[in-house]
């Protein structure tokens, strides 16, 4: 199966953090992938990914109709996890496009009316995020961040995953910060980790400086060849500005694998 061949293949140029290990990695992966099914999750049965990660609980799928996003929560006891998943773009979704091209820059503002840690507030000046990627987080960001907090609460052992393919990775970051906001203690806390695929730039340089400030665990994995976490451009565009990405790079080298088969395969 490509999706395990790919996983395999990743080229790390410094030891991982203990929980992106390459069988973690490809556990997210799934995960990721899991989110693209347009089967119910409700009983974890929707085929190969499933199966991988059998044992997982199915919590809430979210959605949200105006830009055509949706995603999952779900608890991975045997691991300790609680699950996150963004689901990234479908190539014929023309609101997807509509999410992805709407790359002018918008101020990031943290949540207003929310006591959070200091170091949310003063960095923010100057901070720009992606202005499509920002408006389709912050419709979705009702329908999860409570629910998150919630299973915190009542598994406060556990770690909490953002994962995201594509697009759905860009989310993922929006969502982390989001929770940091409104739970403090996990700014900069390893039970708190970011794991994308595919993931475009989100922001402008002081993004990026801000979410590696604040968000300790993050692992970004490209494919040779993907174009997509090259957009939008690190150079200067006029009403664009410019992008930067986050986060340590982990790169899979295999050029001659379709750079989204490890997350399409299995469901196409």
């Not at 949706?70 to 300790?80: E, P, S």
Request: proline residues 6%; contains cysteine.
């Amino acid at each position: 199966m490509k999706q395990q061949n790919i996983i395999s293949s990743i080229l790390i140029e410094a030891p991982p953090i203990h929980i992106f290990t390459v069988s973690n990695l490809r556990r997210f992966a799934y995960y990721a992938a899991a989110s693209y099914c347009n089967l119910s999750l409700n009983n974890w049965d929707c085929g190969e990914v499933c199966k991988a990660t059998e044992g997982t609980q199915f919590v809430k799928m979210f959605n949200d109709d105006e830009f055509n996003t949706k995603g999952y929560i779900a608890l991975d006891k045997q691991n300790k996890l609680i699950i996150v998943a963004y689901r990234g773009t479908i190539p014929g979704s023309i609101k997807n496009w509509h999410a992805d091209l709407a790359a002018y820059q918008d101020s990031y503002n943290p949540v207003r009316g929310v006591k959070v840690h200091h170091g949310f507030y003063k960095p923010v000046r100057g901070v720009k995020v992606h202005h499509g990627f920002y408006k389709t987080f912050k419709r979705l960001q009702p329908k999860i961040t409570d629910v998150v907090i919630r299973l915190h609460q009542n598994n406060p052992n556990f770690r909490i995953g953002l994962i995201g393919h594509s697009l759905g990775g860009a989310l993922a970051a929006l969502s982390a910060l989001d929770l940091m906001q409104k739970v403090p203690h996990l700014v900069n806390n390893d039970a708190l980790f970011l794991s994308t695929f595919g993931q475009p730039r989100v922001g402008n340089s002081n993004f990026a400086e801000y979410v590696d400030n604040n968000l300790k665990l993050i692992a970004r994995t490209i494919v040779h060849g993907d174009p997509v976490p090259r957009l939008p451009s690190s150079n200067p565009i006029p009403y664009f500005g410019s992008y930067k990405h986050f986060g340590e790079e982990l790169y899979i080298n295999n050029p001659n694998e379709d750079p989204n088969s490890f997350i399409y395969e299995s469901l196409f």
